[in-house]
């Protein structure tokens, strides 16, 4: 029997785990499940004879290794920063190794080792990195084949509530991780657009009024992720002029998030004493304080709105309006502004999240300009199988039997991008409802 072996039982494993634990007994595969949470393993693994449910602290070398050297592959959805520490037990002990997060700097560095060792270390193989990716090539291969050649090329990506459980005014409520909630786009943006480089700061990224319609949900706003150019090269399109890779949220919610970030209540560095201060206090702490108006009348009167305005009751909604104390000792903003979301947009058990994926790609063939569009709505099924833990996890089973089946003869350090890994894991999802729909300009 081959044995795998997940790091992390948070939001993004539930639908992983029940992949997993379905295919045990044809495939004849053991997952033991890794986390701090003893109970929360165990209330995604139930009493499955193919499970092993294992608490240990992840930075116990010890005990950290002795999981790895038992194993036959290594899935890590612990938080991003973690990964490395087992990544390099992999090198190690010669150990294929999955996750849904992002290359970066440090795994990088190993990258020659890895392809050294024989070793397949597939990063990006979730959603958003992931989904992303192998739709995207899949449509380019396609229509470079039919010899088009593309010059615009944009994907659009994010976890949404759904329409039936937007009942809030931020129009948000929380699926995943809710720290890389508070603290996305904090190192800004770079794209390209129309042959010219883009550069967008924190302060920016959501000062924005960009839209783009999806059929039935109508008008979404847009943000640009990260540094979109890096990917020019995976996907092989360097010499394009449109390249931009974003996200994709309600329009409230850009609105509202722009002023928490005018605040500062997005900082992540310079802790703040939170014993004894209220929320209003800690909200208002770069404004100039009038103490003959209200607090409503404050804030709106800083912002330049109006006190009935949507803003004013997307600060209320989250408490940051009242004297309630937050007594947290010393917190940076951002550590302040996690628990409230946490708190505040938490889903509830009946409330389904959504995950929207679109790709707009302009191309000319046969001296013919066309634009297309490729797109994806998932709905989740409770507070617990989310259409985020499904679109993260599903890739990342579907890899891991791939693997184990011995149908991948790859090796080094990659992310998604090639036939031989986008076409089987896209037709299986399909069979999981998470299909694409094309239309053509």
């Known amino acids: 029997m081959r044995n795998i072996l997940l790091f992390g039982a948070g939001k993004s ?107 397949l270390f597939m990063y990006e193989m979730g959603l958003d990195p992931g ?18 050649q593309i010059f615009s090329f944009k994907s659009y990506c994010g976890g949404l509530i759904s329409p039936s459980s937007n009942d809030n005014p931020w129009q948000y409520k929380i ?7 508070v603290l996305a786009g904090q190192s800004g943006a770079v794209y390209r657009e129309k042959g010219k480089v883009k550069e967008l ?8 009024s960009k839209t783009i319609q999806v059929p039935s949900l109508g008008k979404l706003a847009y943000y640009p992720n990260r540094d979109s150019l890096t990917y020019m090269e995976a996907y092989k399109l360097e010499n394009i002029a449109t390249f931009m890779r974003a996200t ?46 209200s607090n409503d009348d404050n804030m709106a009167q800083q912002l330049g709105v109006s006190s009935k305005s949507k803003i004013i009751r997307q600060l209320k909604f989250l408490g940051l309006l009242n004297g309630d104390m937050i007594n947290m000792g010393e917190q940076t903003n951002a550590a302040v502004l996690q628990r409230i979301m946490e708190n505040k947009l938490k889903m509830e058990p009946a409330d389904k999240d959504m995950i929207v994926m679109m790709h707009e790609i302009e191309f000319e063939r ?72 094309e239309s053509f300009e």
Not at 175 to 181: D, E, F, G, L, M
Not at 201 to 208: C, P, S, V, Y
């Open 366 to 437: 046969r001296n013919m300009a066309t634009r297309m569009h490729s797109y994806m709505i998932v709905q989740g099924e409770d507070n617990l199988r989310t259409a985020m833990a499904k679109t993260v996890g599903l890739p990342l089973g579907i890899m891991a039997k791939l693997m184990l089946q011995d149908k991948v003869s790859l090796t080094g350090l990659h992310i998604p991008v090639m036939p031989e890994i986008y076409n089987p894991i896209l037709k299986e999802l399909e069979e999981h409802e998470i299909r694409f729909e």
């Open 13 to 119: 494993s539930t639908c992983l785990i029940d992949y997993l634990l379905a295919n045990a007994p044809r495939q004849k595969w053991h997952v033991t499940v890794v986390d701090h949470d003893l109970m929360l393993i165990k209330s995604k693994t139930g009493k499955s004879y193919y499970a092993t449910p294992t608490a240990i602290d992840i930075k116990d070398q010890a005990a950290r290794q002795q999981l790895i050297q038992d194993t036959d592959l290594v899935i890590s959805l612990l938080p991003p920063a973690l990964h490395i520490i087992v990544a390099k037990d992999c090198l190690q002990f010669r150990k294929n190794m999955l996750t849904a997060s992002y290359i970066d700097p440090e795994i990088r560095k190993l990258q020659k080792d890895i392809q050294k060792a024989g070793l």
């Open 201 to 208: 700061t924190h302060e920016q990224l959501f000062d924005q």
């Open 175 to 181: 699926s995943w991780n809710a720290r890389n909630i």
């Open 248 to 293: 994709l949220r309600y329009p409230d919610f850009c609105e509202g998030w722009h002023t928490l970030i005018k605040l500062g209540l997005t900082n992540d560095t310079q802790p703040v004493a939170t014993d004894n201060l209220t929320y209003f206090k800690w909200a208002s702490q770069q404004l100039n304080v009038d103490k003959q108006l």
């Open 131 to 148: 989904i992303d990716h192998m739709s995207a090539m899949k449509l380019i291969h396609s229509i470079e084949k039919k010899g088009g």
